[in-house]
């Protein structure tokens, strides 16, 4: 949970606890790194941002809250410091028709396989790649961290509505650069049941 | 109800993870009743499942190096602390030489005939410039007995240190046969 209570680590760094940077390194670690990660998709690029983002946890130890959990803050810290990263290499991302066209010419193949196949999980990530940051960071904090829409708006600092517009739109955009073979799986029924 | 309204409430309620109410009742049966908005729900629900699958995919089998604690330590509490004294005098150094270099700024950027900006021009060198030659458009509204009779006021003196580049002139006209000097009186 985002919002649970930091069992103090933050308070025992602003006292000068030598051992409480390393258990607040140690327990945040991991999610700081997957979420640079996803963004990035560069495990060097990842970890380079992870410590960035810790050392300056450490700067502002003293400005962090104490009551309340580091995890949005951090969360925040690393999504600006991967847009930032991002944008001074200048990253050039492919754009996403010319990949479509590549990865998946064969469309002959059955719906359900099409669905399972990893080409569809590849053009996809590229798309998640050309989606707006703040999409992207939706994307990411609520399917892949599997925070709720009122955690994600807390550490994207924006209402809950507007996470919720966000998200929606990501998944408007997904599906608009899917190929047309690729949106329609015959038969796919949905039953009260399932949902 | 329509397919459309249908399709907006169940993808929120599904794609967004919000649990089904007794409002979801009259959508659950539209889409029992409708094959299209069946289809449609089963692409939006494939789309969800391969996007968590797809950003599961993006970070799996991979963790940040043992390195990384090392690294961070070396740029924070193993950093050396500077006694207060060190850090108020490099705090004060700063200062000063900001301040130095911003007057040195100024006093490039306003000196007359700068080199590094030819075309600027200290506001004290323009107005003095101004009481002694006023400008043309100035010159042609005044009456043509004043204009020739134009005396240069007395200016003030230069900034200590400053060159006199300013030129009076009692001669408001061109002689015979030359072109009229533009900025001067005629």
């Given at each position: 949970m985002v919002t649970e209570q930091p069992d103090g680590l933050v308070a025992r760094m602003t006292l000068g606890d030598p051992d409480a940077f390393e258990e607040f390194f140690a327990k945040y670690e991991r999610p700081v790194y997957i979420t640079a990660l996803a963004i990035t998709r560069d495990p060097f690029l990842a970890e380079e941002i992870m410590q960035d983002c810790f050392v300056k946890a450490y700067r502002a130890r003293h400005r962090l809250?104490?009551?309340?959990?580091?995890l949005p803050w951090l969360h925040r810290v690393t999504t600006n410091l991967c847009y930032s990263r991002i944008a001074r290499r200048r990253m050039i991302l492919e754009p996403i028709t010319t990949l479509i066209s590549n990865r998946v010419a064969?469309?002959?193949?059955?719906p359900d396989q099409v669905v399972e196949s990893l080409e569809i999980i590849e053009v996809l990530q590229r798309a998640i790649d050309t989606l707006p940051p703040k999409q992207q960071t939706a994307v990411i904090l609520y399917y892949?961290?599997?925070?709720?829409l009122a955690q994600s708006a807390e550490i994207a600092r924006c209402n809950v509505g507007t996470m919720k517009s966000r998200v929606h739109y990501a998944l408007k955009a997904l599906r608009s650069r899917l190929p047309d073979e690729r949106r329609a799986p015959a038969g796919a029924k949905v039953s009260r049941r399932e949902l | 109800m329509s397919c459309s309204q249908a399709r907006r409430q169940l993808l929120e309620q599904f794609a967004l993870g919000e649990e089904f109410t007794y409002r979801s009742g009259p959508h659950l049966a539209h889409l029992e009743s409708c094959a299209d908005c069946r289809r449609e729900m089963g692409i939006d629900r494939e789309l969800v499942e391969n996007l968590r699958r797809a950003l599961r995919g993006r970070v799996e089998g991979y963790a940040p190096s043992g390195a990384s604690w090392g690294q961070i330590r070396s740029r924070t509490v193993d950093q050396p602390v500077w006694p207060w004294a060190v850090r108020v005098l490099h705090w004060r150094g700063m200062v000063s030489a900001a301040a130095a270099a911003g007057m040195m700024i100024f006093a490039v950027a306003t000196?007359?005939?700068?080199?590094?900006?030819?075309?600027s021009q200290s506001p004290f060198v323009a107005s003095a410039a101004r009481r002694v030659v006023p400008p043309v458009e100035e010159a042609r509204v005044w009456p043509t007995a004043l204009s020739s009779k134009y005396l240069a006021p007395q200016t003030y003196p230069p900034?200590?240190?400053?060159?006199?580049?300013i030129y009076v002139s009692d001669e408001a006209t061109p002689r015979d046969g030359e072109p009229p000097i533009p900025g001067r009186m005629q």
């Open positions: 809250r104490t009551d309340r959990s580091p064969d469309l002959t193949s059955g892949l961290h599997g925070y709720s | 000196a007359p005939q700068s080199r590094l900006l030819p075309m900034l200590p240190g400053w060159p006199m580049r």
